[in-house]
């Protein structure tokens, strides 16, 4: 198994920034597509955006894409996202797992976003 830690959130302003970050604590991560994922009260755990082993593909909901960026360094078994001009809606807690095919490994706590004046 590998151990996620999610870290990076906090409260902002509409229209501010943050980066999230995750860590993987066995080098592995690098062997499989990550994703990170965002869960808002009463809703569904959704997949926001995707990225490949080796980083050359990326994919986003629409409800992110040209807001949103998701990068990893396979060196430090992390995946990170840069989150630019939020919005009240992107408020929720956000993880990262394996995306796009194959079994979750176990959730992480996750990191709070909170988007609000």
């Known amino acids: 198994q590998v151990q996620l830690v999610e870290s990076g959130g906090g409260l902002v302003q509409p229209g501010g920034s943050l980066r999230l970050s995750c860590a993987a604590s066995r080098s592995i991560f690098r062997l499989y597509n990550m994703g990170w994922y965002r869960q808002a009260p009463g809703k569904q755990r959704e997949l926001v955006a995707a990225i490949t082993v080796g980083g050359s593909t990326t994919n986003y909901a629409d409800s992110v894409k040209g807001r949103f960026t998701i990068s990893r360094d396979n060196a430090k078994n992390t995946v990170y996202l840069q989150m630019n001009s939020l919005k009240p809606e992107d408020t929720a807690v956000y993880y990262c797992?394996?995306?796009?095919?194959?079994?979750?490994?176990?959730w992480g706590q996750g990191t709070q976003v909170t988007v609000s004046s």
């Open positions: 797992n394996r995306a796009l095919g194959g079994s979750y490994w176990s």
